[in-house]
């Protein structure tokens, strides 16, 4: 049996009304073409992908439109209100993004990646903002796929306001620096899932190869959001591929049980019986 094989036996990752099979999601920004883009995409077995909603990202240096290199049949959209770096933008670009895909007749226009910004060099998220608006977009019915800090007590405080997902950072955006804090996490998955275990929590930003996306998956996270690791790889179309399966490979290996760690090592044959064992 093939890891994909063995991946569909897996329950499907639901974030609201939607479901997914693929537990990677991928942007589809920072790409040379908008040809490497759609073919990187394809690469991923992605369902879903992200698009920044302000008009001018839209297009490309030439005037072509991205979302005419998006397969609206294979793919749901996630707009994103990358960007933004206050609740009022976010909620009039989030806006702004649901009018398009009902324009479009994309199932993407009931949800939104909310992302507001603290600051140009870290593209953190600035938690006050972040959980404001996301109250303000709750309200507006939108279903919020919510990027914060891996802050436990603001991922806990944005469930409470009825974040669809809290997806937190493994690390600064575009960074590819991997999982810098596993065991704040882990405590978000405590936080989050402690008594709702089915609650989606995705890691958004920060890995930078196969081997980030995996760990995060073996953590127990529901999915990996990630564009720039694929985006700026020297060939982005394989490593879309090793995105694809270190998600999977992650996932079975979470779901498998790792065995303990120790300080000493186990013999992994048989020790009884052994001619001529001499204990030392």
């Not at 996270?221 to 399966?245: E, S, Y």
């Amino acid at each position: 049996m093939s890891l994909a094989e063995t991946s569909t036996s897996d329950a499907p990752l639901v974030l609201g009304t939607h479901t997914l099979r693929s537990r990677l999601i991928v942007g589809t920004g920072k790409y040379d073409t908008l040809d490497l883009m759609r073919q990187s995409l394809d690469a991923s077995g992605s369902e879903c992908v992200t698009v920044a909603v302000r008009r001018e990202r839209l297009y490309d240096p030439t005037g072509r439109n991205l979302l005419d290199y998006i397969d609206f049949h294979r793919y749901t959209l996630l707009p994103n209100t990358a960007g933004c770096y206050n609740a009022r933008d976010a909620v009039r670009t989030a806006k702004l993004g649901r009018e398009i895909l009902l324009g479009l007749e994309n199932p993407g226009a009931d949800w939104v990646k909310l992302e507001v910004l603290a600051d140009t060099k870290t593209l953190l998220p600035d938690p006050v903002e972040t959980l404001l608006a996301c109250e303000q977009l709750v309200e507006l019915g939108f279903q919020v796929l919510c990027y914060t800090t891996d802050d436990p007590v603001i991922a806990k405080r944005l469930k409470q306001v009825g974040a669809t997902a809290v997806m937190p950072a493994g690390s600064p955006i575009g960074s590819g620096q991997g999982i810098l804090n596993p065991n704040n996490i882990r405590i978000c998955l405590e936080y989050l899932k402690g008594e709702d275990p089915d609650y989606p929590v995705i890691v958004d930003a920060g890995v930078g190869t196969a081997s980030d996306v995996a760990f995060a998956m073996e953590l127990g996270v529901d999915g990996v959001l990630l564009n720039t690791a694929i985006a700026h790889a020297k060939d982005p179309v394989r490593m879309a591929h090793a995105m694809r399966h270190a998600t999977e490979a992650g996932r079975l290996a979470y779901h498998s049980g790792r065995i303990p760690r120790r300080l000493y090592a186990s013999a992994s044959s048989p020790e009884d019986g052994v001619i001529g064992r001499t204990a030392t």
